[in-house]
């Protein structure tokens, strides 16, 4: 069974651009979450999807938006980006209901801002 | 609000030898889960082991096993026999099932298994 797939892998952006991320979950994997991770603040949680629905938001500007599709394919977007936002953005899939927090991660998607 | 600190940001020990990583965390809550999950350089974040806090009983997977301290709110990590495989950061992660999808992290221990 293939794993969680992020694409683009690395990217670099100027500031003030729009960055979109994908990610694809394990096949059956209903929900979808994002994380960002930095050096200095670690792993912080984006948003959660099931269902095409967003059900959890973490605490990021308005900048951060995502959506899924009916396939559970997901995508994040950062508009007007910052210097800040260099990180790796990590995606990760579960079952959803029965899982209680067992995430399966990808390889993440890391993104410098000049 | 939860938080989950890990003091030890770095550690390293003898490949054969044991380790223990030390997570504490914070809730009011009373039925939640607790997760270790391992990073190692430049590959995917996985998952080492899971305790449900309605659970006594610690949890064991293989080498890993857990010390689970519901009223210390402790939850340390233990690898026996320690691998060079085992080199990685090793996060401990808090998770409530109403707080979908959201797993609150710790800082992150990095440790280097050597030969």
């Known amino acids: 069974k293939a794993g969680v797939t992020q694409t683009p892998r690395y990217l670099i952006k100027t500031r003030g651009q729009q960055v979109t991320l994908s990610c694809s979950p394990i096949s059956g994997h209903r929900s979808v979450s994002w994380y960002q991770q930095t050096p200095g603040q670690g792993l912080q949680f984006l948003f959660e999807y099931f269902s095409e629905t967003q059900r959890n938001k973490g605490n990021f500007p308005g900048r951060f938006s995502g959506r899924q599709f009916s396939n559970s394919r997901s995508e994040m977007n950062v508009s007007t980006l910052e210097l800040g936002d260099s990180a790796l953005y990590l995606c990760a899939s579960s079952l959803a209901i029965t899982s209680a927090g067992e995430l399966f991660f990808g390889e993440g998607s890391r993104l410098t801002v000049l | 609000a939860q938080t989950v600190t890990q003091s030890q940001p770095e550690m390293s020990v003898q490949e054969a030898e044991t380790v223990t990583l030390s997570c504490t965390y914070d809730t009011s809550e009373n039925n939640y889960y607790l997760f270790w999950y391992k990073q190692p350089p430049s590959r995917?974040?996985?998952?080492?082991?899971?305790?449900?806090?309605?659970?006594?009983?610690?949890?064991?997977?293989?080498?890993f096993s857990v010390n689970f301290q519901k009223a210390a709110k402790s939850f340390s990590l233990k690898i026996s026999d320690s691998q060079l495989g085992d080199t990685a950061m090793y996060f401990c992660a808090f998770f409530l099932s109403s707080n979908t999808g959201k797993l609150i992290f710790g800082q992150g221990t990095t440790l280097q298994v050597k030969p």
Do not use: D, P
Request: hydrophobic share 35%; aromatic share 4%; charged share 25%.
């Open chain 2, 44 to 63: 995917q974040m996985i998952l080492v082991i899971r305790q449900e806090a309605y659970k006594q009983q610690n949890a064991t997977e293989n080498r």
